[in-house]
């Protein structure tokens, strides 16, 4: 069975090399000419204007359609004149901005390369729309849900938000051949059964609950084959497929149902790398898609090879592991014990700190760390609270051989700690604390 999978493997790595543009060469693109310059979560309305207006001003496409919750103003931008229809749209959740500037550069470096043969016969093949920013207010506020406190993604059917029906609006009026529904995923998901993160999940979208399949369904497997493998070639080993449980009220699966067969894109997170390499992945992701139905190509994937994809797995993966910590309890100063601690950050923008809460704690505890850190030797006390799961990871550490009163009210002050650990990083001490 592996050599066969190994086969059909070898056989898309032939068929990948027969494309006008390679997936090197489209990041190649990205890095020359890309035109987002903020990192995604720091995005607001205001710097989507920006973009939108450079849009223009290269010609290209982009009409207000509608007006959020707060009278923000939702746009849809436009290229290309094929026959194929395809929609695509991002920030239905204000906190999953990733696949935002990626639309923006993609739409920016077509239209700067249409001189292009490879561009040529996208142009002349699809219809892109898409709507980059669904829901601006929750944008503005960095929270997932719009001004009304709905989810926007659970609203596909009862329609009381004004972007839910803009959204179902836009698709009827048109009846788009392939829709994109862009997303971000749990950064600390992982690709299967590993202990690597899912930085980029697909998903084929049912458009029912018994899971027909179809033509339009079919074709988009072969997509996603395709995408996959156009990224695999940075980041082996870090796709994911995403859960395909039906969702009566999600707007994917209602895409789909409607007769719009939809992809889910999840971006996840890629430790070491910042949010503008996911960007790119992104927007490599999305130009093979386009090339491989402009040239054809995609008819020689198989649907085989998006099943193949591992499926997302949660709960093996937190931000930060402090493994051999001797935990006190300083209601005493008594209660010593060996444990591992597992911190998880909190989804904020970029530019502002970011927090962590002990998610684990215990007797050498499974999960894997981003980050590890071996505390042997040191006793570790909560900054402000005590440690257990749900506390704030604010950590003191104190070498073991030290004389210190745990019960002192102005610990810190009175005995300072030889290293602390504070809004997700180290701000003393660091060299001291092995990491793993």
């Known amino acids: 069975m592996k050599f066969a999978q190994f086969l059909v493997f070898a056989l898309i790595i032939c068929v990948m090399q027969t494309f006008s543009q390679t997936p090197v060469e489209l990041a190649d693109i990205w890095e020359k000419e890309h035109v987002s310059d903020k990192l995604p979560s720091n995005v607001r309305h205001r710097d989507l204007l920006k973009y939108l207006e450079s849009l223009r001003q290269a010609g290209i496409k982009v009409d207000e359609v509608g007006r ?12 290309g004149r094929g026959p194929l229809r395809v929609f695509m749209w ?17 739409f920016s470096i077509l239209q700067k390369n249409r001189d292009k043969d490879w561009v040529k016969r996208i142009e002349e093949t699809v219809t892109i729309r898409a709507v980059p920013m669904l829901n601006p207010d929750g944008a503005e506020l960095f929270i997932r849900r719009n001004l009304q406190g709905i989810d926007i993604n659970r609203d596909a059917t009862d329609l009381k938000t004004p972007e839910a029906r803009l959204l179902k609006q836009l698709r009827d009026a048109w009846q788009p051949a392939i829709g994109f529904n862009l997303h971000n995923q749990n950064a600390l998901t992982a690709a299967g059964t590993t202990d690597r993160q899912a930085a980029i999940s697909f998903l084929v979208v049912f458009g029912d609950e018994a899971k027909t399949t179809s033509d339009g369904h079919e074709r988009n497997k072969r997509l996603v084959a395709a995408m ?48 503008m390499f996911l960007v790119k992945m992104n927007f490599v992701a999305f130009l093979t898609a386009f090339k491989s139905l402009a040239d054809g190509t995609e008819k020689n994937f198989s649907p085989i090879n998006y099943d193949m994809i591992p ?16 935990v006190v309890d300083r209601s005493n100063g008594n209660g010593r014990v ?13 530019e502002f700190s970011t927090p962590t809460t002990i998610r684990r704690l215990g007797e050498q505890i499974s999960v894997r760390g981003l980050d ?42 009175d005995f300072p700690p030889d290293a602390i650990f504070s809004l997700g990083q180290w701000i003393k001490g660091e060299e001291l604390i092995k990491k793993k």
């Open 228 to 275: 996959t493998l156009a990224i695999e070639q940075f980041i082996p080993g870090y796709v994911g497929r995403y859960d395909d449980e039906w969702t009566r009220n999600a707007f994917g699966d209602n895409f789909s149902a409607w007769g719009t067969p939809t992809i889910l894109i999840e971006t996840g997170g890629l430790h070491s790398k910042d949010e």
């Open 338 to 350: 060996i444990a591992d601690i597992g911190l998880v950050k909190e989804r904020r923008r970029a």
């Open 372 to 413: 590890e850190y071996d505390a042997t030797g040191f006793v570790v006390v909560g900054r402000f609270q005590a440690i257990r799961p749900g506390s704030p990871g604010e950590l003191l550490f104190y070498r073991i051989d030290r004389n210190v009163d745990w019960t002192s009210a102005n610990l810190e002050t």
């Open 68 to 79: 959020s919750n707060a009278n923000r103003e939702i746009f849809q931008v436009q290229w």
């Open 311 to 326: 499926r997302n797995v949660g709960g093996r993966l937190v931000d930060v592991v402090i493994r051999n910590a001797t």
């Open 90 to 106: 991002s920030q239905m959740h204000g906190d999953e901005p990733t696949a935002t500037p990626a639309v923006i550069d993609m």
